[in-house]
């Protein structure tokens, strides 16, 4: 019997090689397949000081002492197959400037967040093409979503350039966050923050191309003698 269940299963499974698939299906692969993924919402400037807003959803943390933050930047168009694609602006001006805030997208501004995608000329701004409102950061020249609910300021530590993609790691220099989901000093910690429980502040993640997941769900799963 265990031998007879071995072999359906096998029959109903797909195993390709890697090789087997050009540079844009493998990015359709892995995008439709992570999910959900968080959203950076990168802001910079170019050497002029015009401002830039993009989203990216290949994003992580890298480290959370010293803090820092990374995200994937694919080239102008998304085509990963052309080796001389051209770099996004968001690229540019980080290049430029070495200094990008990191936005998280509340679940109410995901049209807006979309329009920050499209595709504008170089040195026009997506917070007028889209009507975000901007906000002056502390440590950075770029300005931060001023309705976000958690900014991450950055400055760039390193970027790994792999394929068509680039690796940006920021470290952090200072954070903004809504009060509503900063929880203050409680239970011997400070700044400990909860972005669901308001509706407003919650996250939107990423799914495919078009399709995105709002957060409306909890599920609590403790580890033994694990961390709260």
Not at 195 to 217: C, F, H, M, Q
Request: with cysteine; proline share 8%.
């Amino acid at each position: 019997m265990a031998g007879n269940r071995a072999a359906d299963h096998e029959a109903t499974r797909v195993s390709l090689d890697a090789r087997d698939f050009a540079p844009s299906e493998m990015y359709f692969l892995l995008r439709d397949t992570i999910v959900p993924r968080p959203i950076a919402w990168v802001s910079t400037v170019d050497v002029e000081g015009r401002a830039n807003l993009a989203p990216f959803s290949f994003f992580a943390v890298c480290s959370p002492w010293p803090p820092s933050l990374g995200f994937s930047c694919g080239p102008r168009g998304d085509d990963h197959g052309r080796p001389d694609s051209q770099p996004k602006d968001t690229l540019v001006n980080i290049r430029a400037v070495g200094e990008f805030v990191i936005n998280l997208v509340p679940q109410h501004l995901l049209a807006t967040m979309v329009a920050t995608a499209d595709d504008l000329p170089h040195g026009v701004s997506e917070f007028a093409h889209a009507a975000v409102e901007a906000e002056a950061s502390l440590r950075v020249r770029p300005p931060r979503v001023a309705v976000a609910p958690v900014a991450f300021e950055c400055r760039l530590n390193r970027e790994i350039p792999l394929g068509t993609n680039t690796w940006i790691i920021g470290d952090v220099v200072a954070v903004h966050f809504d009060h509503v989901v900063h929880g203050g000093i409680g239970d011997g910690r400070r700044h400990r923050i909860d972005l669901l429980a308001n509706e407003r502040t919650r996250p939107i993640g990423r799914l495919g191309r078009a399709e995105y997941v709002r957060l409306s769900d909890r599920v609590v799963c403790r580890r033994r003698d694990g961390p709260n």
